[in-house]
C-alpha cells in the first residue's frame, strides 16, 4: 500500500477509555500450608527430642588425638630448639632426658663454674724479652667429662682496668690429640700461656672460662 494513500488515523478521535469499567483484579496470593497444621510425628519427636551428647569413647578417643598433637608440637620444639634450650641450666636436665629416646643429637654437658684454677703465676721469660709466661692448674670437679674450654687472660692495671686480653683456645693450650679430648671428671692439667707483655702498669691478670666448641676448635 502506498503510504500517501493510507488511510491517516487521527489519535485525537481514538475511542477514550472509560474509567467507569471495572479494572481487572490482581491474581490471588497462592494459598499455604495454615499455621496451625499439626507437624508429623517424627519431626516433631525430633524436635522435643534433648539434644544428644557425645558418648564416653568419642570424648576419651578425641582427647586422646589433641594428647598426642600437644605431644608432637612439643617434640618438634624441642627437636628444633634444642641448643637454645640447652643454654638455660634449669632446663638443662629435663631436655637431655627427653632427647634420649629420640634421634637428637647433643653436645655434651657442660659446666664452667665446675672448673678450678690453681697454682696461678706470671712471670717474664729470659730467652724471650717482652714475652710474659702464664701458668696454672685447671682441674674438672664436675661429675661428669665435659669439652676443654676457651680461657681468657685479661691483664689490668692498678685500677683494674682491662690493658690488654687474649682468648686461648684448646689446640693453643692442649696440641695434639688431647686438644679434642674432654676433660674426665677429677682431671686436672697445666697449661702455659704467653702473652705480650703490657709493663709494670698491668701487674694484675684475670681468668674466665668461656664455652667453646666441641673438638677443641676455634669459634
Not at 107 to 114: F, G, N, S, T
Not at 190 to 211: C, I, K, T, W, Y
Request: glycine share 8%; hydrophobic share 40%; net charge neutral.
Amino acid at each position: 500500500m502506498d503510504p500517501a494513500t493510507a488511510p491517516h488515523r487521527d489519535p485525537t478521535h481514538l475511542p477514550a477509555r472509560d474509567e467507569n469499567l471495572p479494572k481487572e483484579a490482581a491474581p490471588p496470593p497462592p494459598a499455604g500450608p495454615p499455621h496451625d497444621a499439626p507437624l508429623p510425628r517424627a519431626l516433631r519427636e525430633a524436635l522435643e527430642a534433648p539434644p544428644s551428647r557425645p558418648g564416653t569413647g568419642a570424648t576419651l578417643a578425641w582427647g586422646l588425638a589433641c594428647l598426642a598433637l600437644i605431644l608432637l608440637l612439643a617434640g618438634q620444639i624441642l627437636y628444633h630448639e634444642r641448643h637454645r634450650l640447652l643454654a638455660i641450666p634449669a632446663l638443662e636436665p629435663g631436655v637431655r632426658a627427653l632427647c634420649r629416646p629420640l634421634p637428637c643429637a647433643l653436645p655434651p654437658p657442660r659446666d664452667l663454674a665446675a672448673l678450678r684454677l690453681t697454682q696461678r703465676r706470671i712471670r717474664a721469660l729470659p730467652e724471650r724479652p717482652g714475652i710474659l709466661e702464664v701458668t696454672a692448674v685447671v682441674e674438672n670437679t664436675a661429675a661428669f667429662p665435659q669439652p676443654a674450654p676457651v680461657i681468657e687472660l685479661t691483664l689490668r692495671d692498678l685500677q683494674g682496668r682491662p690493658v690488654a686480653a687474649r682468648r686461648f683456645f684448646p689446640a693453643d693450650y692442649r696440641p695434639g690429640e688431647a686438644s679434642g679430648q674432654p676433660l674426665a671428671p677429677g682431671e686436672s692439667f697445666s697449661l702455659a700461656l704467653a702473652v705480650q707483655d703490657p709493663g709494670a702498669h698491668a701487674p694484675a691478670f684475670e681468668f674466665r672460662f668461656l664455652p667453646g666448641p666441641h673438638g677443641g676448635g676455634r669459634l
